[in-house]
Every structure is written in structure tokens, then in C-alpha cells.
């Protein structure tokens, strides 16, 4: 498998959480009593699975390898996908911060978390659509078969040494899980 392959399978998960957060919100939007926790374990699926592991993979180690091989940083996807990063995090943790105050209570925070996790959920819907057709293409353009290895390897530091043994499945896990609950909703 290739570095980009794994990525796209990662994106795969990504997706089906941001599937579920979205139909959370858009029952929360319709009137319905949806569980803030719902809420907060996709923030941490969010902030530990797609930045910490996936964008961390990104950013740490194949962004700076494409640099190396040529493609720049500013002024090209690579900033792109960086700076949607950084607007991904914002959203992140204002519905993160809404979901913990509408769990205390204050149920005036509903249309923070639907607002949020909507612009959330189209940005990273449209930043996977960038990474997979176009930014991972030129990774595989420009990227030997020893870099790829060398990616393959980070990538496996990364999971054991930075996320920790079994953690990864754990998200694969709770991916499933919010998949469930949004769909009783």
C-alpha cells in the first residue's frame, strides 16, 4: 500500500464521521433532542484521529517531502491544505465549546454546534476532495518508491509512538459507533 492509499482510507473514516456529525446536527436543527456527548466524542474523534494522527501525518512528514521534491509549500496546494487545517480547528473547537455548554444546560448553544459543524463538515468535504484528486496525485508524481517506504515508516511511528498502541482502531471504533447513533436519530 501506498502512503497516499493509507491516507485516503484514513479519509474514508473521516467521512463517515462527518456524515454522522452532520446528521446529529441537522436533527438537533429539525427540533430533536440529540445528545450533546455525541457531540463531544466527535470532537474527539475530530481533534485526535483526523488532526493529531491524519493532518499530523500530513504536515510532519509527506507536506515537507513533497517541499523537498520540488512542489512549494506557499502559493500551492500544500498552503492550501495547511491553512484548511487551521480553519478545520477553529470549527472544531467552537462546537466542541457549544456542545459542553449545551450539555450544561444551556440549550441556546444548539445553533453554535449546527453552524459550526456544518461549516466544518463542507470544509473537510471539499479539503478530502482536493487531497484525493489533486494534491495526493502529485505526492505519487513526485515521490520515489524509497520515499514512499519512508513515509509508510512515519506513518507506523506516528500510530504506535505518537497515538499509541490501539488507538487508531479505537477511532475506527468510535467512528462506527457515532455511524449508529446518528443513524437512530
Known amino acids: 500500500m501506498k502512503a497516499t492509499e493509507q491516507l485516503k482510507d484514513e479519509h474514508g473514516v ?7 456529525t452532520l446528521r446529529l446536527a441537522d436533527a438537533m436543527a429539525a427540533g ?24 499530523g501525518k500530513e504536515e510532519d512528514l509527506l507536506f515537507p517531502l513533497m517541499e523537498k521534491r520540488g512542489i512549494p509549500a506557499q502559493g ?15 470549527f472544531v473547537r467552537a462546537f466542541g465549546e457549544a456542545a ?27 479539503h478530502i ?13 513526485a515521490l520515489s518508491a524509497a520515499d514512499d517506504n519512508e513515509l509508510l515508516k512515519g506513518f507506523e511511528k506516528v500510530e504506535h509512538e505518537l497515538m499509541g ?20 436519530v
Open 32 to 55: 430533536k433532542d440529540v445528545d450533546p456527548a455525541l457531540f463531544e466524542k466527535a470532537g474527539e474523534f475530530f481533534k485526535e484521529f483526523a488532526d493529531r494522527c491524519h493532518h
Open 14 to 20: 473521516i467521512e463517515k464521521v462527518l456524515g454522522a
Open 100 to 126: 459542553q455548554r449545551y450539555a450544561g444546560g444551556e440549550k441556546s448553544a444548539a445553533p453554535e454546534i449546527i453552524e459550526n459543524v456544518r461549516g466544518y463538515v463542507h470544509l473537510l468535504h471539499h
Open 165 to 184: 498502541h490501539g488507538v487508531h482502531e479505537r477511532y475506527h471504533h468510535l467512528a462506527e459507533e457515532l455511524d449508529q447513533a446518528a443513524s437512530g
Open 76 to 90: 500551492g496546494p500544500i498552503g492550501v491544505m495547511l491553512n484548511e487545517h487551521v480553519q478545520g480547528r477553529a
Open 129 to 141: 476532495m482536493k487531497e484525493d484528486q489533486v494534491l495526493y496525485v502529485m505526492a505519487e508524481r
